[in-house]
């Protein structure tokens, strides 16, 4: 949790940790995860490109943790080492899909295929003024593409929880 920046919908921090680390409130699981899909696509923009990148490597969700980068591939029907293609919207929400399930297990089905469709989908729309996705007007073009995203909060730490809790940075 960063509190200078601003997400949209953040409401303030989470009094769980993830590995130490103070997690991020969101106002809705559809804001939340907006902030996660952008996230994940900022990292994959600079470089990230594989699951080893993105969740195991340097500066990655868990570094050192290969095994959740495992785990997310095989949910995804690829190898640690390929690339994600974020920039396909499907390849996108099973990504972010596979790691939701990584980071929560059972109690991450209360995020639904709708709002994880919402949060990618919300990336690529045009908003009426031809300048930037809609998405990208609520967030701070200062917003750290190299923080940490841990989909974590209270659903998966309190058996299931408000998904409105889905954590960030």
């Given at each position: 949790f960063d509190p200078n920046v601003k997400w949209a919908g953040l409401v303030g921090p989470s009094k769980n940790t993830d590995q130490g680390d103070p997690q991020a409130v969101f106002n809705s699981p559809e804001a939340g995860m907006r902030a996660a899909a952008k996230l994940a696509l900022n990292k994959y923009n600079k470089g990230a490109k594989t699951l080893n990148d993105l969740i195991s490597g340097p500066g990655g969700w868990t570094p050192g943790h290969t095994s959740a980068a495992a785990n997310i591939a095989k949910?995804?029907?690829?190898?640690?080492?390929?690339?994600?293609?974020l920039d396909n919207q499907e390849n996108h929400r099973k990504f972010l899909r596979g790691l939701i399930s990584q980071e929560h297990g059972p109690a991450g089905?209360?995020?639904?295929?709708?709002?994880?469709?919402?949060?990618?989908?919300?990336?690529?729309?045009?908003?009426?003024?031809?300048?930037?996705?809609?998405?990208?007007?609520m967030i701070p073009s200062s917003a750290p593409a190299d923080k940490r995203l841990s989909i974590v909060g209270n659903a998966a730490k309190n058996g299931g929880g408000d998904p409105?809790?889905?954590?960030i940075l």
């Open positions: 949910s995804m029907g690829i190898k640690p080492s390929d690339d994600l293609k089905g209360k995020y639904t295929d709708d709002i994880i469709k919402g949060g990618v989908d919300s990336l690529y729309k045009k908003d009426k003024s031809n300048t930037g996705s809609a998405y990208e007007k409105r809790l889905t954590s």
